[in-house]
C-alpha cells in the first residue's frame, strides 16, 4: 500500500508531461521558425508556424469566419516587405513568394497514438486507486485535433542591402495568436540564432 502511495505523485506527474507532449505535438501552438538566409544583394526568409498562430485554427475551413481568416493571412503574407519591416531604404523586390496555408501534419498521429497507449498502460496499473477517467476523456479529445502548419519562402532582392541592418517585422501584430519565432540567420559572416516575441520583435541582421 505505502508503494502505491508513493507511486501516486510519479504517476500524476507523468500523466501531466504526457499530456502536454500530445497537445503540442510536434509544434507548439504560439511559436514557429523563421530562417534567414543572406547571399550577395539576395534575402531569403522561410516562415514556418502553427497554423493556429497564424490562421487561429488547424482543421479545414468551414465557416465563412474562417475562410476569411485565412483570406486575412494569406493578404499578410502576400507582403512579405511590409510583414518582415523591410526598410525602404534597402530597395527591395520581391522575387518569389511562396505562401502555404493549412499544411496538415498526418505524421501526428504516430507519436499520438504511441503516447495514447502508455498513458493507458499507467491507467490500467492503477486503474483502482485513481480516478483519472475525466483525464483520459479529456485527452481523446485532443487526440482528434488535426495539426496543420503554414509556410511562406519569400526571396529578396535588394539594391541597397548594406541599409538592411534590422528588421522590424509585424508578424506579431498581425498575428494574434503568435507567441515568438526561433530566428535562424546565415550569412557570408556566418550563423546566428535569435528568439523574438511579441514583446522583443525586432531581428538585428550581421
Ligand atoms: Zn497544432
Do not use: K
Not at 90 to 101: F, I, M, P, Q, R
Not at 125 to 131: A, S
Amino acid at each position: 500500500m505505502r508503494a502505491i502511495i508513493f507511486a501516486s505523485p510519479a504517476l500524476l506527474t507523468g500523466v501531466a508531461f504526457a499530456q502536454d507532449h500530445r497537445q503540442l505535438g510536434s509544434h507548439i501552438h504560439g511559436s514557429g521558425s523563421l530562417d534567414i538566409a543572406i547571399e550577395g544583394d539576395h534575402i531569403a526568409l522561410a516562415l514556418e508556424a502553427p497554423a493556429f498562430d497564424v490562421v487561429g485554427f488547424e482543421t479545414e475551413a468551414t465557416s465563412e469566419a474562417q475562410r476569411e481568416a485565412i483570406d486575412r493571412a494569406r493578404e499578410y503574407l502576400s507582403d512579405p516587405l511590409d510583414l518582415w519591416g523591410i526598410t525602404e531604404s534597402a530597395g527591395c523586390g520581391v522575387e518569389t513568394n511562396d505562401v502555404s496555408l493549412m499544411q496538415s501534419h498526418d505524421s501526428h498521429s504516430d507519436s499520438d497514438d504511441h503516447a495514447h497507449d502508455e498513458e493507458h498502460d499507467h491507467g490500467h496499473e492503477h486503474e483502482h486507486e485513481d480516478d483519472h477517467d475525466d483525464d483520459h476523456d479529456h485527452v481523446d479529445e485532443h487526440e482528434e485535433a488535426v495539426h496543420s502548419s503554414v509556410a511562406a519562402n519569400v526571396e529578396l532582392h535588394c539594391e541597397q542591402i548594406g541599409n538592411l541592418t534590422t528588421l522590424e517585422p509585424v508578424y506579431f501584430e498581425h498575428f494574434a495568436n503568435a507567441e515568438e519565432l526561433a530566428v535562424r540567420i546565415v550569412s557570408d559572416s556566418g550563423q546566428a540564432t535569435v528568439e523574438i516575441s511579441r514583446d522583443r520583435p525586432s531581428i538585428s541582421l550581421p
